[in-house]
């Protein structure tokens, strides 16, 4: 059964890398939800980690179109919302932290689905930094709040600057985690055995994004993400 279920999360990542490659984003907002029902002590490094390999690679790919000013402003003050972010996770339970997930993922999803875009203003830039800070270390879905703010730039602009912030971001969460005494062995070498996965599903990603339907993908990714959320909320409730 455990082999059957450390294959199941590698499939897992495959097919959340190839939506993260094709619509950009949709490792954390599937994958998570699942890994806290199924494998909760690999939350949220596990993703944090594959999350930095693929958006490096995005980034190096559309380095010319960052926006390194939007970067550095929610880079910044993504620190206090990532400190927050860990002071969560040391503080829930488990079925607290499942609640926690749940909901935050269908937050994260509401906010992607949003058809309005607040302005691009300093302030705005900041309060998507620390909700990015937040949502990213506590859950590894730290996308959403800065994708709200970045609506209406063209895509390559957006991949790119949202890559800048992700590459920076899970930098800071990452060490904030590891100096908090939140990651573990079993973390990192889940990552380094999931990487080649990660790498397979980018690549997958560049040869199926011209025959996908963005929209439609878009449409599952969402379903998939909020129906598991709304399994861990129950779990956790029922657990209760």
């Given at each position: 059964?455990?082999?059957?279920?450390?294959?199941?999360?590698?499939?897992?990542?495959?097919?959340?890398?190839?939506?993260?490659?094709?619509?950009?984003?949709?490792?954390?907002?599937?994958?998570?939800?699942?890994?806290?029902?199924?494998?909760?002590?690999?939350?949220?490094?596990?993703?944090?980690?594959?999350?930095?390999?693929?958006?490096?690679?995005?980034?190096?790919?559309?380095?010319?179109?960052?926006?390194?000013?939007?970067?550095?402003?929610?880079?910044?003050?993504?620190?206090?919302?990532?400190?927050?972010?860990?002071?969560?996770?040391?503080?829930?339970?488990?079925?607290?932290?499942?609640?926690?997930?749940?909901?935050?993922?269908?937050?994260?999803?509401?906010?992607?689905?949003?058809?309005?875009?607040?302005?691009?203003?300093?302030?705005?830039?900041?309060?998507?930094?620390?909700?990015?800070?937040?949502?990213?270390?506590?859950?590894?879905?730290?996308?959403?709040?800065?994708?709200?703010?970045?609506?209406?730039?063209?895509?390559?602009?957006?991949?790119?600057?949202?890559?800048?912030?992700?590459?920076?971001?899970c930098t800071i969460s990452l060490a904030i985690l590891g100096l908090s005494g939140q990651i573990t062995g079993l973390q990192?070498?889940?990552a380094a055995a999931y990487l080649p996965v990660a790498i397979v599903g980018l690549i997958a990603a560049s040869y199926l994004?011209?025959?996908?339907?963005?929209?439609?993908?878009?449409?599952?990714?969402?379903?998939?993400?909020?129906?598991?959320?709304?399994?861990?909320?129950?779990?956790?409730?029922?657990?209760?």
């Amino acid at each position: 059964m455990l082999s059957w279920l450390y294959i199941f999360i590698g499939v897992l990542i495959l097919v959340g890398t190839i939506c993260q490659g094709t619509i950009g984003f949709g490792l954390g907002t599937i994958a998570t939800p699942i890994l806290a029902l199924i494998k909760p002590e690999l939350v949220p490094t596990l993703i944090l980690l594959l999350a930095f390999v693929i958006s490096t690679t995005t980034m190096l790919k559309a380095r010319s179109a960052v926006s390194w000013d939007i970067v550095a402003i929610s880079s910044i003050a993504r620190i206090p919302g990532s400190l927050a972010g860990a002071w969560a996770i040391a503080s829930l339970s488990h079925r607290g932290l499942s609640i926690f997930i749940g909901c935050a993922v269908i937050f994260a999803m509401t906010l992607s689905s949003l058809g309005w875009s607040p302005k691009r203003t300093t302030t705005n830039l900041a309060v998507a930094g620390v909700a990015s800070g937040f949502l990213g270390t506590s859950t590894s879905i730290g996308g959403p709040p800065m994708a709200l703010v970045l609506k209406g730039y063209d895509p390559a602009r957006v991949r790119g600057t949202l890559s800048g912030t992700f590459i920076i971001g899970c930098t800071i969460s990452l060490a904030i985690l590891g100096l908090s005494g939140q990651i573990t062995g079993l973390q990192l070498t889940a990552a380094a055995a999931y990487l080649p996965v990660a790498i397979v599903g980018l690549i997958a990603a560049s040869y199926l994004n011209r025959f996908i339907n963005a929209k439609v993908l878009n449409r599952i990714v969402l379903v998939v993400a909020i129906s598991a959320a709304l399994a861990l909320i129950v779990e956790g409730l029922v657990a209760a």
